[in-house]
């Protein structure tokens, strides 16, 4: 079945992404802000390359630390689905913005019985949701589940991102609690015309949807948010314009700095609400989700950080439910 309840109920089926990069040919600077500056400046110097053919020994790296992450969601009994590779024709498709195979969780994304194709503000990553879909062939149509698409958005004629119209909707902005769900918007990802795309879509079934603003420099809200459990997240507060949304203030806070965030020091994955998945880099949490009863395994994913994601951004559930 598709159901997903909440960021942190026992995680049962997930699609983990595979590596694949390919650099555009030209690159607006805005788009990499997120990134460390040794991050940006390999982007412009490999413009029009793929990953994999320039950095071989990387390549084999990162799609070790995508396996070593698979055998610890394999380890606590998690059916685990990967997308295809790209054929050579997407690829091809692909070469002037780039292409790009590399973090699912923004493609799509499950709210309850509802699958959800996003809809993204990279020209790179406008096509990644075609290697998802023979897995939507395999396990969402047989379903009793609702599966739908976003908008395709507007062509854009003004130079900044922030000003394209849209819709845009991605997968790490939009975060499950029950009913209500909490979608970031910081001008590099979904707008809020997306949002209230997404408010229309899901109101008929009960879910309340709200907007966080964020600092220009997240990308997503999964970046600066994460909710670990009942009453428990890691949260860099300084990334949120107008605060906390108020039915989270009063839960128990792990606070990260803006540096710590960009390093995507939030962006951990919880299995289920008593183990939770995080970089060794970021053990210094992972001592206090300790203090908590939380049970912490450690994956080295540093290629993967320097993308710009980490282990939620590189998966996405189908079935997370009590």
């Known amino acids: 079945m598709v159901f997903v309840e909440n ?3 026992p995680l049962q089926k997930v699609v983990l992404t595979v590596s694949e990069f390919g650099f555009p040919k030209a690159i607006r600077s805005e788009e990499l802000r997120f990134l460390p500056d040794s991050d940006r400046e390999s982007n412009n110097v490999n413009l029009g390359k793929d990953f994999a053919e320039v950095y071989p020994e990387q390549q084999q790296a990162w799609e070790l630390e995508r396996t070593n992450f698979a055998a610890v969601l394999e380890k606590y009994k998690v059916e685990v689905l990967r997308p295809r590779h790209l054929t050579a024709l997407e690829k091809e498709l692909g070469a002037e913005d780039g292409y790009a195979n590399f973090f699912v969780r923004d ?19 406008r096509n990644e949701i075609l290697p998802i879909r023979d897995i939507f062939e395999a ?20 130079a900044d ?3 394209w ?24 990802a979904s707008n809020s015309l997306g949002i209230r795309w997404l408010s229309k879509l899901l109101k008929p079934y009960g879910y309340q949807v709200e907007e966080v603003r964020l600092h220009p420099d997240i990308l997503h809200l999964d970046c600066a948010l994460g909710l ?16 906390l949304p108020e039915q989270l203030k009063q839960w128990d806070k792990i606070n990260v700095t803006l540096t710590e965030a960009g390093q995507l020091a939030t962006n951990g994955l919880p299995i289920n609400p008593d183990v939770y998945v995080t970089d060794p880099e970021f053990k210094h949490i992972g001592d206090k989700l300790s203090d908590y009863g939380i049970q912490v395994e450690y ?24």
């Open 7 to 9: 960021e942190f109920a």
């Open 107 to 125: 493609p799509f994304f499950t709210v309850g019985n509802t699958v959800i194709e996003g809809s993204l503000r990279f020209l790179q990553r």
């Open 139 to 158: 396990h969402v149509y047989p379903e009793d589940c609702l599966y739908v698409a976003a908008p395709r958005p507007a062509v854009h004629d003004h």
């Open 161 to 163: 991102l922030a000003d």
């Open 165 to 188: 119209h849209g819709p845009f909707i991605e997968g790490g902005d939009v975060l499950v609690y029950g009913k209500q769900l909490f979608v970031g918007n910081s001008g590099l």
């Open 228 to 243: 670990i459990r009942e009453g428990l997240m890691v949260v860099c507060e300084d990334a949120f314009l107008d605060g």
């Open 299 to 322: 994956v080295d994913f540093k290629i993967s950080r320097s993308f710009g994601g980490s282990f939620r951004c590189s998966t996405q559930p189908l079935l997370r439910r009590l």
